[in-house]
């Protein structure tokens, strides 16, 4: 299993980390990522296929304590974060003006 962090954008968003299979990161996070936002994850991937993916997240929460590390990271209403991971990868993180974050 891996540990996805929830990030929304709502004032009383808890930033929940939830377990998820391989084959459901795989859905949320291609190939090399770490960072997704639902617009493109719904893009990208058929309704039915999220649909029953997060029916399966959302049973799985994890208790921050608990969790043994954060896989990925899933922005909901946060289009402004995008311009801080333009290669949806935490670690490479940067400014709007190309600095790195770290």
Same mark, same amino acid.
């Given at each position: 299993?891996?540990?996805?962090?929830?990030?929304?954008?709502?004032?009383?968003?808890?930033?929940?980390?939830?377990?998820?299979?391989e084959d459901e990161?795989?859905?949320?996070?291609?190939?090399?990522?770490?960072?997704?936002f639902i617009d493109?994850?719904?893009?990208?991937?058929?309704?039915?296929?999220?649909?029953?993916?997060?029916?399966?997240?959302?049973?799985?929460?994890?208790? =921050?304590?608990?969790? =043994?590390?954060?896989?990925?990271?899933?922005?909901?209403?946060?289009?402004? =974060? =995008?311009?801080?991971?333009?290669?949806?990868?935490?670690?490479?993180?940067?400014?709007?003006?190309?600095?790195?974050?770290?």
């Open positions: 299993m891996r540990n996805i962090q929830v990030i929304d954008g709502a004032d009383n968003a808890m930033y929940d980390i939830f377990a998820a299979t990161f795989a859905l949320i996070f291609p190939a090399g990522q770490d960072v997704a493109e994850v719904i893009a990208r991937t058929p309704v039915a296929a999220l649909d029953h993916a997060f029916a399966a997240i959302w049973q799985r929460r994890v208790a =921050k304590a608990e969790a =043994k590390g954060i896989h990925g990271i899933l922005f909901y209403e946060m289009p402004q =974060k =995008k311009q801080y991971y333009p290669t949806r990868r935490d670690e490479a993180a940067i400014n709007p003006d190309g600095t790195r974050l770290r």
